[in-house]
C-alpha cells in the first residue's frame, strides 16, 4: 500500500467517523434493551462462546434467529466497559469505518488503478444517511459485521481467487447475519462480468478451482445449517411476518413489496426523509395492479432494468456489477421470495447501499476532475450533515419513539411504544387510551392486545382485559410468547399481581 492509498483509506475512515461522533452519547435503544440489556448471557464473559449454542433473541424473548458472532462481540464490550453504552457505540463506528474501507478497496480494485471511483464509492458509503439506524443502533452491528464479511467474501474469490479465505469470510458472515448468504451470488456475478484484479486483467478461475469454491460454499452452508438448526430447534419459534401482511393473500403481499420499492429507491438515491417505521396505517396493503404504488415501484424495478442493461451494453461493468449487487443483496429482505419481519427498514439496507455506492462511484468518476471533485464534496457534506442530525433519533428508546409519532403519525406503531412506555413508568390509564388509539390505526398485530390486556389488569378492569385477550388469541398461534413475555415485564416493574394474572391467563402448549 503506498502513500496515495493510504490518503486515500484515512480519508474514507473519516467520512465514516465524523458524522457518527453524537452517536457516543447514545444510550440503548429498541431492541438494545432485549439483546443487551436484559440479556444475562451478554453480561459475563462465558457469552463470549456461549452465543454460538444460544438464539440471538433470548430464550424469554422467544428463542428465535440466530447470531452469534454480534451477540459475542456484544459480550466483550460489557467486560471491558459494563452497562456505558459509548464503548458500544464506538465499536459500532469502527466496523462501519472498515465496510468503507472495504468498499472503497473493492472499487479501487475495478477502477483502473484510477483513486477518484474508489475515493466517491467510500465516501459515499461512509456518509450514505440511510445506514444511519444500522450504525447507530447498537443491534444493527450484526448488519456492519454481515457486510464487511460479504465484501471480504468477494474480495477473497474475484481479486484473491482464494477458496479458504472466501468461505471464512462467508461462515463469519452467515454468523453475523443471515443476508450474508448473498455473496456466492455476488461472486459468480463478478465472474459472469469478467471481473478480475482490474478491468485491464479480468480473470475468472479455471473451472476446477470454481468447482471447489462452490463445493466450500455447500460445506460452509450444510455446516451453518446444522449447527442452526441445533440451536434453535428446542425453543418456540415465530413466523416473521410484516404486519401490514397479515391476514392477506401471497399475491397481495407480492403487489405491496414492489409497491415498496418506490421506498427503497428513494432511500438509495434521496434519503432525505428517514423513517424508523413503515408499518400500517403509514404503508398499507396494495390489492390490486392497477393501484398507483404498485405502478410506482414497477417503474423503479424498470428504471434499475434499464440502467443495469445500459451499463452491460456499453461495457461498464463495475457500474453492472454495483447494480446487480443491490437486486442480489435486498432479495433476502424484499418479501418477493418469502414474508420476513417488516416490510421497509432502513437498517436492511446496509448491505444493498455498498452496490449502489460502487456503481455510483464508477459512473461519477467519468466526469471531469474538477466536476468529481466538486460533486464529490458536496455529496459528503450533504449526507454527512443528514446522518449526523439523524443520529439523535437513536439517543434512547423513547426518542425513538418519539421519532415514530414525528415522522410516521399514521403508523399504530408510535401509540404502541408509547402504550409499553406509560406501562413502564406506572400509567396504566395512559397506556390503555394508547393501546386503543394503536388499535383503531391497525387492528391486526397481537402485541396492541397483550399490552392493553397488561394496562387492564393493572387498573382492575378485567372485563376489558379479558377482551384484549380475546382479540389476541384470535390473531396470534401459540399465544403463551405474548403471555410470558409481557409478565416478565410487569414483574420487572414490580407489579406481580398482574403478571400473574397474565400467566394464569395464558394458553398451555
Given at each position: 500500500?503506498?502513500?496515495?492509498?493510504?490518503?486515500?483509506?484515512?480519508?474514507?475512515?473519516?467520512?465514516?467517523?465524523?458524522?457518527?461522533?453524537?452517536?457516543?452519547?447514545?444510550?440503548?435503544?429498541?431492541?438494545?434493551?432485549?439483546?443487551?440489556?436484559?440479556?444475562?448471557?451478554?453480561?459475563?464473559?462465558?457469552?463470549?462462546?456461549?452465543?454460538?449454542?444460544?438464539?440471538?433473541?433470548?430464550?424469554?424473548?422467544?428463542?428465535?434467529?440466530?447470531?452469534?458472532?454480534?451477540?459475542?462481540?456484544?459480550?466483550?464490550?460489557?467486560?471491558?466497559?459494563?452497562?456505558?453504552?459509548?464503548?458500544?457505540?464506538?465499536?459500532?463506528?469502527?466496523?462501519?469505518?472498515?465496510?468503507?474501507?472495504?468498499?472503497?478497496?473493492?472499487?479501487?480494485?475495478?477502477?483502473?488503478?484510477?483513486?477518484?471511483?474508489?475515493?466517491?464509492?467510500?465516501?459515499?458509503?461512509?456518509?450514505?444517511?440511510?445506514?444511519?439506524?444500522?450504525?447507530?443502533?447498537?443491534?444493527?452491528?450484526?448488519?456492519?459485521?454481515?457486510?464487511?464479511?460479504?465484501?471480504?467474501?468477494?474480495?477473497?474469490?474475484?481479486?484473491?481467487?482464494?477458496?479458504?479465505?472466501?468461505?471464512?469470510?462467508?461462515?463469519?458472515?452467515?454468523?453475523?447475519?443471515?443476508?450474508?448468504?448473498?455473496?456466492?451470488?455476488?461472486?459468480?456475478?463478478?465472474?459472469?462480468?469478467?471481473?478480475?484484479?482490474?478491468?485491464?486483467?479480468?480473470?475468472?478461475?479455471?473451472?476446477?478451482?470454481?468447482?471447489?469454491?462452490?463445493?466450500?460454499?455447500?460445506?460452509?452452508?450444510?455446516?451453518?445449517?446444522?449447527?442452526?438448526?441445533?440451536?434453535?430447534?428446542?425453543?418456540?419459534?415465530?413466523h416473521a411476518i410484516a404486519p401490514v401482511f397479515l391476514g392477506e393473500s401471497g399475491f397481495a403481499a407480492r403487489l405491496t413489496a414492489i409497491a415498496a420499492l418506490t421506498d427503497v429507491t428513494r432511500l438509495l438515491i434521496f434519503p432525505l426523509t428517514l423513517r424508523v417505521d413503515y408499518s400500517p396505517a403509514e404503508r398499507t396493503i396494495v390489492h390490486s395492479l392497477l393501484d398507483g404504488r404498485f405502478a410506482l415501484g414497477l417503474a423503479c424495478l424498470v428504471l434499475w432494468a434499464t440502467l443495469l442493461v445500459l451499463?452491460?451494453?456499453?461495457?461498464?461493468?463495475?457500474?453492472?456489477?454495483?447494480?446487480?449487487?443491490?437486486?442480489?443483496?435486498?432479495?433476502?429482505?424484499?418479501?418477493?421470495?418469502?414474508?420476513?419481519?417488516?416490510?421497509?427498514?432502513?437498517?436492511?439496507?446496509?448491505?444493498?447501499?455498498?452496490?449502489?455506492?460502487?456503481?455510483?462511484?464508477?459512473?461519477?468518476?467519468?466526469?471531469?476532475?474538477?466536476?468529481?471533485?466538486?460533486?464529490?464534496?458536496?455529496?459528503?457534506?450533504?449526507?454527512?450533515?443528514?446522518?449526523?442530525?439523524?443520529?439523535?433519533?437513536?439517543?434512547?428508546?423513547?426518542?425513538?419513539?418519539?421519532?415514530?409519532?414525528?415522522?410516521?403519525?399514521?403508523?399504530?406503531?408510535?401509540?404502541?411504544?408509547?402504550?409499553?412506555?406509560?406501562?413502564?413508568?406506572?400509567?396504566?390509564?395512559?397506556?390503555?387510551?394508547?393501546?386503543?388509539?394503536?388499535?383503531?390505526?391497525?387492528?391486526?398485530?397481537?402485541?396492541?392486545?397483550?399490552?392493553?390486556?397488561?394496562?387492564?389488569?393493572?387498573?382492575?378492569?378485567?372485563?376489558?382485559?379479558?377482551?384484549?385477550?380475546?382479540?389476541?388469541?384470535?390473531?396470534?398461534?401459540?399465544?403463551?410468547?405474548?403471555?410470558?413475555?409481557?409478565?416478565?415485564?410487569?414483574?420487572?416493574?414490580?407489579?406481580?399481581?398482574?403478571?400473574?394474572?397474565?400467566?394464569?391467563?395464558?394458553?398451555?402448549?
Open positions: 500500500m503506498d502513500s496515495k492509498d493510504r490518503r486515500l483509506y484515512l480519508a474514507v475512515v473519516l467520512c465514516a467517523l465524523v458524522p457518527y461522533v453524537p452517536s457516543l452519547w447514545n444510550s440503548f435503544a429498541m431492541d438494545d434493551l432485549y439483546i443487551i440489556l436484559f440479556n444475562p448471557l451478554a453480561h459475563s464473559l462465558r457469552g463470549v462462546w456461549g452465543s454460538f449454542a444460544t438464539p440471538y433473541w433470548p430464550p424469554d424473548f422467544g428463542g428465535f434467529m440466530y447470531r452469534p458472532v454480534p451477540v459475542a462481540s456484544f459480550t466483550l464490550d460489557w467486560t471491558l466497559a459494563h452497562n456505558h453504552p459509548a464503548w458500544f457505540h464506538a465499536v459500532n463506528l469502527v466496523w462501519h469505518a472498515g465496510t468503507s474501507v472495504a468498499v472503497a478497496a473493492l472499487a479501487r480494485r475495478w477502477s483502473g488503478g484510477g483513486l477518484t471511483a474508489a475515493a466517491v464509492a467510500g465516501a459515499i458509503f461512509a456518509v450514505h444517511p440511510v445506514h444511519v439506524e444500522a450504525v447507530a443502533n447498537i443491534v444493527g452491528r450484526a448488519e456492519l459485521m454481515a457486510a464487511i464479511a460479504v465484501c471480504l467474501a468477494v474480495y477473497a474469490a474475484v481479486v484473491r481467487q482464494s477458496v479458504i479465505g472466501s468461505a471464512v469470510a462467508l461462515l463469519l458472515g452467515l454468523l453475523s447475519k443471515e443476508n450474508a448468504a448473498v455473496a456466492p451470488g455476488l461472486i459468480i456475478w463478478a465472474w459472469g462480468l469478467g471481473l478480475g484484479v482490474s478491468p485491464e486483467l479480468p480473470a475468472r478461475p479455471s473451472r476446477r478451482r470454481m468447482i471447489e469454491f462452490v463445493v466450500s460454499w455447500v460445506v460452509v452452508a450444510a455446516m451453518y445449517g446444522v449447527i442452526r438448526w441445533a440451536v434453535l430447534d428446542p425453543f418456540e419459534r415465530y451499463a452491460w451494453r456499453r461495457g461498464r461493468r463495475v457500474e453492472a456489477f454495483g447494480l446487480g449487487w443491490i437486486a442480489l443483496a435486498f432479495l433476502p429482505v424484499a418479501n418477493l421470495l418469502f414474508s420476513t419481519g417488516v416490510l421497509v427498514a432502513e437498517r436492511t439496507l446496509y448491505l444493498p447501499s455498498v452496490g449502489f455506492a460502487l456503481a455510483a462511484g464508477a459512473a461519477l468518476a467519468r466526469l471531469p476532475a474538477d466536476r468529481v471533485r466538486a460533486l464529490a464534496v458536496a455529496l459528503v457534506l450533504a449526507g454527512g450533515v443528514r446522518s449526523a442530525v439523524r443520529v439523535g433519533v437513536w439517543h434512547d428508546d423513547i426518542a425513538v419513539t418519539m421519532s415514530i409519532l414525528q415522522d410516521s403519525p399514521s403508523s399504530f406503531r408510535g401509540p404502541q411504544r408509547m402504550a409499553v412506555h406509560y406501562l413502564s413508568h406506572r400509567q396504566p390509564a395512559r397506556s390503555l387510551d394508547a393501546v386503543r388509539i394503536s388499535a383503531r390505526a391497525y387492528a391486526r398485530d397481537p402485541a396492541i392486545y397483550i399490552t392493553g390486556a397488561d394496562a387492564a389488569f393493572t387498573l382492575g378492569q378485567y372485563q376489558v382485559a379479558d377482551t384484549m385477550l380475546a382479540n389476541l388469541e384470535q390473531l396470534c398461534y401459540r399465544c403463551e410468547g405474548y403471555y410470558r413475555i409481557q409478565s416478565l415485564a410487569a414483574r420487572a416493574r414490580g407489579d406481580s399481581a398482574t403478571a400473574d394474572s397474565l400467566l394464569a391467563h395464558s394458553p398451555r402448549p
